[in-house]
């Protein structure tokens, strides 16, 4: 480039203060300064809350998500969903700008209506917002009445809305908010009196891996309990490429989901990201409703069996119990690879929760625990797990810090192996650390949304996974007198 044509830099910095610089963001004296950082948040581990409503709408049959708010707003979910899952995430929004700042979305809201239902015909239409509408607090209620009465929709399309402001919350949060208002939607009235339909309700939560929904289903069967799987994304985003193009793949059932009041059992796999909903389904229906720790490690997953032989009274399948077995001895062969290991580890809560019980299983230390929003709840929940194994001594929970400050935490007390997000790997790359990516999004490895991560079969793929990366690491940092061709 000739040097007319150069960009005319700001402020001219030298190469030495560059590389002063590069130095320093690695010393003590810069973490103490970051984590003492509140007023900006860099590099977080969440997702706005409107994500997770959109994943919830993908989760059901014949479901159009609507996004009232932003386009730009609405390309980061669907965006953040086909890069992750490599499938598209057909959504729509109804594009507010200025004018719709200013005077308020209805319009918007009506004409994105009118044109999703003739151009898509989907069975149902989810609505959720972005900050804009939030912000200006545009009454959603109140336009879908009067589109309704202007006979843009029929009276009786089932149009289910949740707000979404994305100031408050994460993902989680919109995912809990949009479940229970397609639920309560669908189902409110529909409970029959004395009605046992024989089924349970099984709430994943905010999971991003359709081997995981798969997984549960299959337990389930292995149990021959019927299961109503809500917001099951497994087919939306895991569809066979069998050359016809479908809008709106899988999903779970709106008739399946109308007749939820009747189940025998509901059970939520995350405690966090289900609290709303949970509520509403122990508030209308005298059937159990229980929530579980995500069952990842053994006793999770002994835990999450045990109830449902307990709700169904079913006894436990052989085959579950050979699982079991397997995945012991499995754990027993690879437990001096991870023995005392430490990791850090970011994600939802109760994603964290899971891999603290499954690291301590296997004797390993959850060092440094990032979870960039929570509360004090979150915090006691999270600590009292550290808590009950010795190998949770000396970790450290850090509340409402991100990935910026979990950068300055390895480079000053470095650990053996981080698990989490894509959004770790320039950590992964400064502090030369080895990353196992788990969690959600992934977005720079193929398949590993479709690689189970929970029960038995999961908890198998997790420990393959995280002690085959440090046996890598021992083979690509030993020197030839230790390079082994056994391990
Ligand atoms: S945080 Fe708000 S403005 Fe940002 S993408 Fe999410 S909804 Fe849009």
């Keep these: 480039m000739s040097e007319e044509c150069a960009v005319k830099k ?17 010393t003590e004296e810069y973490c103490e300064k970051n984590l003492a950082r509140e007023a900006v948040v860099i590099n977080p581990a969440h997702a706005c809350q409107p994500l997770g409503a959109e994943l919830v709408a993908h989760g059901f049959e014949g479901t159009l998500p609507f996004v009232h708010g932003s386009q730009g707003c609405a390309s980061y979910y669907r965006s953040a969903l086909t890069r992750h899952f490599r499938e598209p995430a057909a959504a729509v929004a109804d594009s507010m700008t200025e004018d719709g700042a200013v005077f308020g979305g209805q319009n918007n809201l009506h004409e994105g209506l009118e044109n999703a239902l003739k151009l898509y015909k989907p069975k149902m239409m989810a609505i ?5 509408p939030e912000i200006i607090g545009d009454d959603l209620n109140a336009f879908i009445i ?10 009786d399309y089932p149009i289910p809305y ?11 949060n919109g995912y809990d908010s949009m479940l229970k208002s397609v639920v309560s939607y669908l189902a409110t009235d529909k409970k029959v ?5 024989g089924k349970l309700n099984l709430i994943p939560g905010f999971d991003a891996n359709t081997g995981n929904y798969r997984e549960y289903k299959r337990i389930c069967e292995e149990f021959g309990i019927p299961v109503n799987l809500l917001a099951d994304i497994s087919e939306t985003f895991d569809s066979p490429l069998d050359g016809t193009y479908r809008t709106y793949p899988g999903g779970t059932p709106l008739e399946d989901a109308a007749d939820s009041l009747n189940a025998h059992a509901t059970l939520s796999m995350q405690l966090h990201a289900t609290k709303e909903t949970i509520k509403w389904f122990k508030s209308e229906t005298e059937a159990p409703v229980e929530v579980m720790p995500s069952p990842i490690g053994v006793a999770n997953t002994d835990a999450f069996l045990m109830k449902l032989s307990e709700l169904f009274g079913k006894e436990v399948p052989a085959s579950l119990k050979a699982e079991r077995g397997r995945l012991v001895d499995a754990m027993t062969d690879a437990h001096q690879y991870l023995h005392n290991k430490k990791f850090a580890i970011w994600g939802d809560p109760d994603f964290l929760a899971g891999m603290i019980s499954f690291l301590l299983e296997m004797g390993a230390k959850p060092y440094h625990v990032i979870c960039s929003r929570g509360n004090k709840k979150v915090a006691k929940y999270l600590q009292a797990l550290l808590d009950e194994s010795v190998y949770g001594e000396g970790c450290k929970l850090w509340m409402n810090k991100d990935l ?3 950068r300055s935490l390895v480079m000053t007390d470095p650990v ?6 894509t959004h770790g790997k320039f950590i992964a790359r400064d502090a030369n ?12 490895r193929v398949n590993l949304h479709r690689v189970p991560y929970i029960g038995y079969q999961g908890t198998m793929n997790i420990l393959t996974s995280v002690a085959n990366t440090m046996l890598e690491e021992v083979d690509r940092t030993s020197d030839d007198a230790f390079f082994e061709m056994m391990r």
């Design 162 to 172: 949740a707000n979404t402001p994305s100031f408050n919350g994460t993902h989680i």
């Design 193 to 197: 009196e004395g009605k046992d339909n």
């Design 433 to 444: 650390i080895p990353h196992i990516r788990l969690g959600f999004p992934i977005l720079d």
């Design 146 to 155: 009067n589109a309704r009465n202007a006979g843009i929709v029929p009276q």
């Design 416 to 421: 053996d192996g981080l698990i989490g997000s």
């Design 128 to 132: 959720f917002t972005s900050c804009m």
């Design 404 to 406: 910026w400050h979990l």
């Design 10 to 26: 700001v402020t001219d910095i030298t190469p030495e203060e560059v590389a002063r610089v590069e130095e320093w963001i690695n």
